[in-house]
């Protein structure tokens, strides 16, 4: 079942910028938290940033200071805003909510950092 839907990946420069959304089933957003993820090549899948319901937000300290993320609420759409980015930022990125997830996830949006 196609609940969550990523999109706005692609190749950029370093410290170059690039916003991600995804859209949410109500049921997966409405009443949870919502997290985004990253997979790197050969690397474990992490949680880079989370925003409850209230829009309160953490991020993992590799990304503090230049990834911002966001909800819309009444949208069922989550943002993540992705400025100054480094290579070690490429990798596959995928939303769905916290701590709880969603079996069903999304394809995700392949983030490309290159010169």
């Known amino acids: 079942q196609v609940r969550l839907v990523e999109s706005g990946g692609g190749l950029v420069q370093p410290g170059g910028s690039l916003r991600l959304s995804c859209a949410a089933s109500?049921?997966?957003?409405?009443?949870?938290?919502m997290g985004w993820y990253r997979q790197a090549p050969g690397k474990e899948r992490e949680l880079v940033a989370r925003?409850?319901?209230?829009?309160?937000?953490n991020y993992a300290d590799a990304v503090k200071g230049r990834f911002t993320v966001s909800r819309d609420n009444a949208k069922n759409t989550l943002y993540l805003q992705m400025n100054s980015l480094k290579p070690e930022d490429t990798a596959v990125y995928y939303c769905?909510?916290?701590?709880?997830?969603?079996?069903?996830w999304g394809q995700g949006a392949q983030v490309t950092v290159s010169s």
């Open positions: 769905n909510s916290f701590p709880f997830l969603d079996i069903y």
């Open positions: 109500r049921s997966t957003f409405r009443s949870s938290a």
């Open positions: 925003v409850s319901i209230y829009c309160a937000t």
